[in-house]
């Protein structure tokens, strides 16, 4: 059974990674990069050149869980910045980033009442 910490710190590592980087690179990365320690429970997203592909990395009471979505027809939105900083998001962004709906600009849908 996967255990994943609930936090309210989501992390968006700007720029493209390596999807050939595994737990203990992106861990790394994270503390090199980011200059932020990836032991607290956070959680630290990644995307590839290509933004079909993100990595989610999070630490949890016993170890790390890695985590990959793959979009079949669409990228995921992504802030673009030449340096990799990290941006940070909320539980309801990171819930549409993973629908592969821009967490940046979402849309409200319209449902008229009915009469009655």
Not at 83 to 103: M, P, R
Request: proline fraction near 4%; include cysteine; aromatic fraction near 8%.
């Amino acid at each position: 059974m996967i255990t994943v910490v609930p936090t309210d710190q989501i992390y968006l590592c700007c720029g493209a990674t390596d999807m050939r980087r595994g737990i203990d690179s992106l861990a790394r990365m994270v503390q090199q990069v980011l200059a932020l320690n990836p032991h607290t429970g956070a959680i630290f997203c990644f995307r590839g050149r290509k933004g079909h592909i993100i990595k989610i990395l999070s630490h949890d009471d016993q170890g790390f869980c890695l985590f990959t979505k793959r979009l079949t027809d669409r990228c995921f939105a992504w802030p673009t910045t030449k340096d990799q900083a990290a941006v940070s998001l909320t539980k309801a962004e990171l819930s549409l980033l993973l629908e592969g709906i821009d967490w940046r600009r979402p849309s409200k849908t319209y449902r008229p009442r009915l009469a009655g």
